[in-house]
């Protein structure tokens, strides 16, 4: 029996690609094995953004994978603008790096944008120009050269049929946001950053942009990245969660590690939930009770203790509707940053 | 390049407010026609007043070549705020518009970006130029006809034959071109510090009207500094208006009286112009874009 | 004057004296001379006079040969605060006194009063006062010099001085004083058309004022004069010149062309 063991290793621009396989050219058991590490569309390493007396953007670091969505999540002048534009070369570093389709940003600039698509802030257009004219306009910045009738499809997903020919002086702000979303995929970038998506827009288009998300990453495989105020929203399409404040990191990861299972919020709903809350007050599960912010209620419990809390409320004969463990990132975000509710959450 | 200058050109030639150019300076040009048809005379007299006293002069004084020439003296002082309207408005339309931080984020160098910018307020100017000369100076000879071009200067005056007159429009027209893209470039540069347009184009006709008054002004401690400022040399068109003469004061036609003087105030708008776009270049390259 | 020494004289005479020993024969035969001479003087001024006059019409007969003329010429302006080229130019003439200088889509620049005060009309004058004021000399050429005064107080000449040529009946020369336009030269040159008094170069001198125009008509910066060279400028006299080509003389000539 022979038994071979490879190991290769492959280093290019900071990114690490370890094969592993094994053979066997005797009968027996035989097997190979690859692994690949999943590669990074983006690694940012210590960066920092000073502006005069102010800092910006103070030594963070974090990575996006390819496929991730990734959820950027801070408050109000927590850096998390300054970082999209530094990503897209709009804002020069004052100290960091930031490497890009395992190129170094600073220096292959042209390459790594021809792969990213961005909509920053309201995504403004030449408003004398239609729809059409736009896009083909910034295709051509992108460096490609689209048909008509590709054009036209790219409109179409966005939901402009029909608008084509319009000057976007006369679009809604929804409009303009879809023409924005269309402008950063004409070039079929395999990273869109998207940095506050759903500003402005009314339910549908906020829901419209989340479709769309779900849609980008998961039938056609992009990497991206959201800045977001709408936490709701970063819950149900990000994969992985960065938070900043004051410039910083302060936790990145993703849902299951962000959240710690001890310490799951559990939304209890009942036919009579004023009767069971009384019930709930009077026993062992008191000190889990958090402070309502509707009809429900909702304890602090262990996760692995849900089904226990299920029990005792059928067994005091409460008619449950649901028991069901809640992730809340605004929680979490309110937790981990400086923030604080500057109003009591209205409970009644 | 060529690519972005296109993409340049067809943004300022689709909006709408560049054609506000075209549009005054044709009622400006119309009405200066208008008014010297109408009593051309009377101007006339009052230019040649000074020299009635001791000549008669006779023949068709108010011809085509007269009539651009008045138009160029008056035009080229307010050119200048169309121009920048234009250039000054590049960088900082479309920072106000919001459009700069998608333009920069595609991947084209910030010095491409910025040069085919100024080329296309270049060729912008250059338009601009052709409609004056095409409206000021074809049009006028259409309705006023040819004939010797009478130039009344501050200590004489110059009588340049009619066969000697067209060369001359030529070379002050691409002279007037040189002078209206230094006020370009100064727009353009200024229109870098703003997310406004009227900061930069305020700015930029600020400028022009205080460099030319100290131009303007015979004062001594302003003399000094005269030769610095390129709104001295702006109006250095005049120069190709202008013959020698021989010993027997006999013009000397096809002759200039100052060539190297022409040439001085080129290179000189030429440095302005190279320095208000290379620096333009350097800061943008360097510059944050939070708009 | 006569009366004693006379008296003196006739007694001697009377006595059998020789006269040409006597003192007061040659004191009277001086003062005859003198009265004779006065006389003679007087007489030939009187025949002067009319000299000039007919002299001046001669003059004007030989002019009047010319009814009318067109000639092509080149014009030559020379005033210090001017720059102009040598232009080619077209005059007509008809009599009595029409005339016309014409540049072709061109601009002419002449003394005041234009160039249309000729030799022609300087003796157009039909009432005038001629003078004879002496000789002199034009182009080495030996002239007499009359004074036409004109007797008409409306007539814009005040005064004419011609330098005439008598041998020739052409006017070499002439200073006019006008009433307007001040008093300048005319310098006269003459070829092939003397015959008709029709001069190759016609030279007209006249003084001229100083000339500046303010920044805010010309809009310029600089002057481009220099001080020293504006006192240059100043008092100084101007100079036009036509040269004349060829004549095309008494063929006709509308009058549309003075218009």
């Known amino acids: 029996m022979l038994f071979s063991e490879g190991v290769l290793c492959l280093t290019a621009n900071n990114q690490s690609f370890i094969f592993y396989f094994s053979f066997s050219i005797f009968p027996g058991p035989t097997f190979a094995g690859i692994i690949v590490l999943m590669q990074n569309i983006i690694t940012v390493t210590g960066l920092t953004k000073q502006f005069k007396n102010l800092t910006a953007v103070n030594n963070l670091s974090f990575s996006v994978n390819e496929g991730d969505v990734y959820g ?102 929804g409009m303009k946001q879809r023409l924005g979303i269309a402008i950063a995929l004409v070039h079929n970038p395999r990273l869109i950053v ?86 709930l007050q009077q026993s062992r599960w008191s000190d889990a009770l958090q402070p309502r912010r509707s009809q429900t209620i909702l304890l602090k419990i262990n996760r692995n203790s849900i089904p226990q809390l299920h029990a005792w409320l059928v067994q005091q004969g409460i008619q449950v509707m649901s028991v069901q463990p809640r992730h809340s990132l605004e929680d979490l975000f309110l937790q981990v940053t400086s923030g604080k509710q500057h109003v009591e959450a209205f409970t009644n | 390049m060529w690519k972005l200058l296109q993409i340049e050109l067809y943004k300022i030639f689709r909006r709408p407010r560049t054609y506000i150019s075209f549009a005054a300076i044709t009622a400006l040009i119309l009405v200066v026609q208008v008014g010297l048809k109408a009593d051309g005379e009377t101007y006339i007299n009052f230019v040649l007043s000074g020299l009635k006293d ?29 121009i920048a309207l234009i250039a000054a408005d590049m960088i900082s339309g479309e920072a106000n518009m919001g459009t700069l931080r998608l333009m920069v984020a595609k ?152 060539p190297q003087r022409i040439i001085n105030s080129a290179l000189v708008l030429a440095a302005h112009i190279v320095g208000f776009v290379g620096l333009s270049m350097y800061l943008f390259k360097r510059k944050d874009v939070l708009s | ?56 019409k001669k003059v004007k007969a030989k002019l009047d040969q010319v009814n009318d003329y067109q000639a092509d010429g080149m014009l030559k302006t020379d005033i210090v605060f001017i720059k102009a080229p040598v232009s080619k130019i077209k005059v007509y003439f008809k009599k009595p006194n029409k005339f016309r200088l014409k540049k072709e889509g061109g601009i002419s620049i002449l003394p005041k009063g234009g160039v249309s005060v000729t030799a022609g009309n300087i003796v157009d004058i039909n009432s005038f006062v001629a003078l004879a ?103 100084k006299k101007g100079k036009v010149e036509i040269t004349y080509s060829s004549y095309i003389i008494n063929k006709g000539i509308d009058d549309s062309v003075f218009k």
């Not at chain 2, 691409?174 to 009227?198: D, K, Q, R």
């Not at chain 3, 004289?9 to 006597?22: A, D, E, H, R």
């Not at chain 3, 016609?202 to 000339?211: A, G, I, L, M, Q």
Request: aromatic content about 10%; glycine content about 6%.
């Open chain 3, 133 to 235: 004021a002496g000789d002199a000399e034009v182009d080495g050429i030996k002239v007499k010099m009359v004074k036409v005064l004109p007797t008409d107080e409306n007539n814009e000449v005040v005064l004419a001085t011609l330098y005439i040529d008598e041998a020739y009946l052409l006017i070499r020369k002439a200073v006019i004083t006008t009433k307007e336009n001040g008093t300048y030269e005319i310098g006269l040159t003459y070829g092939k058309f003397a015959a008709y008094a029709l001069p190759d170069k016609v030279v007209f001198s006249f003084n001229t004022k100083d000339y500046k125009l303010p920044k805010g008509i010309t809009l310029e910066f600089d002057d481009n004069v220099k001080p020293g060279d504006m006192n240059k400028m100043k008092n």
């Open chain 2, 107 to 258: 991947p084209i160098s910030r010095e491409q970006f910025i040069l085919a910018k100024f080329l296309a307020s270049a060729v912008y100017t250059f338009v601009l130029l052709v409609w004056i000369a095409i409206t000021g100076l074809l049009l006028s000879l259409w309705i006023f006809g040819t004939g010797d071009l009478f130039v009344a200067k501050i200590s004489y005056a110059v009588q340049l034959q009619s066969n000697d007159v067209f060369w001359r429009y030529c070379g002050a027209f691409c002279f007037a071109y040189l002078a209206m893209l230094t006020v370009a470039a100064l727009g353009f540069f200024l229109s870098l510090f703003a997310e406004n347009s009227i900061g930069p184009i305020v700015a930029t006709m600020s400028i022009v009207i205080f460099f030319t008054i100290i131009s303007t002004m015979s004062i001594p401690i302003f003399q000094k500094i005269q030769p610095y400022l390129f709104t001295t040399h702006m109006v250095n068109w005049k120069e190709f208006f202008d013959e020698k003469v021989n010993a027997n004061n006999e013009a000397i036609l096809g002759s200039i009286q100052n």
């Open chain 2, 54 to 82: 001791s000549v008669d002069i006779d023949g068709k004084l108010l011809n085509g070549y007269f009539v651009c020439y008045v138009i160029l003296q008056l035009l080229l002082i307010h050119v200048p705020l169309l």
């Open chain 1, 72 to 173: 950027f999540l801070g408050q109000n002048g927590a850096g998390k603008s300054t970082t999209i534009r530094m990503l897209l070369t709009l804002i020069r570093p004052t100290a960091g790096s930031i490497n890009m389709f395992g190129l170094n940003q600073q220096h292959y600039r042209k390459q790594v944008l021809q792969q990213t698509g961005a909509v920053i802030e309201k995504p403004d257009v030449y408003k004398y120009l239609s729809a059409y004219e736009n896009l083909k306009l910034f295709a051509a910045l992108s460096g490609i050269k689209p048909t008509q009738n590709e054009l036209m499809a790219q409109l179409d997903m966005v939901g402009l049929a029909g608008r084509e020919h319009h000057k976007v002086k006369t679009f809604s702000q």
């Open chain 3, 1 to 56: 004057m006569l009366g004693p020494k006379f008296q003196a004289l006739g007694i001697k005479l009377l006595s059998g004296q020789n006269p040409f020993v006597l003192t007061e024969y040659k004191i009277v035969m001086k003062r005859i001379l003198f009265l004779v001479s006065l006389f003679t003087f007087h007489f030939s001024l009187l025949t002067h006079a009319q000299d000039m006059t007919e002299l001046v």
């Open chain 1, 194 to 279: 998207l940095d506050e998506p759903t500003n402005g827009l009314d339910p549908q288009g906020i829901a419209d942009i989340r479709n769309l998300i779900l849609h980008l990453s998961r039938e056609r495989g992009k990497t991206i990245v959201v800045s977001s105020h709408l936490l709701s929203e970063i819950e149900q399409v990000a994969t992985r969660v960065l938070i900043i404040d004051k410039g910083k990191k302060v936790i990145e990861g993703t849902a299951a590690q962000l959240f710690d299972p001890s310490q799951t919020i559990v939304e209890v709903d009942t036919l009579n939930n004023e009767s069971a809350l009384v019930q």
